[in-house]
């Protein structure tokens, strides 16, 4: 029972630190990718439908 007094504060504490990272990459717009998604419009290689010989 005593390793439960030490697992559950560092479990909390990683994970506080994991969804502080993530937030942090949502602020700086490490998500955004408006140059890809302009390309991959154009491009026929995502198209819906496959490609024909």
Same mark, same amino acid.
């Given at each position: 029972? *005593?390793?439960?007094?030490?697992? %559950?504060? %560092?479990?909390?504490?990683? !994970?506080? %630190?994991?969804? !502080? =990272? +993530? +937030? ?5 717009? #490490?998500?955004? $990718?408006?140059?890809? $998604? =302009? *390309?991959? %419009?154009?491009?026929? *290689? +995502? $198209? $819906?439908?496959?490609? #024909?010989?």
């Amino acid at each position: 029972m *005593e390793v439960l007094l030490y697992s %559950i504060p %560092i479990s909390l504490l990683l !994970g506080g %630190i994991g969804l !502080g =990272a +993530f +937030f942090w990459s949502l602020k700086n717009s #490490q998500y955004d $990718d408006p140059k890809g $998604d =302009a *390309e991959r %419009i154009l491009s026929d *290689e +995502f $198209d $819906d439908h496959p490609k #024909q010989d």
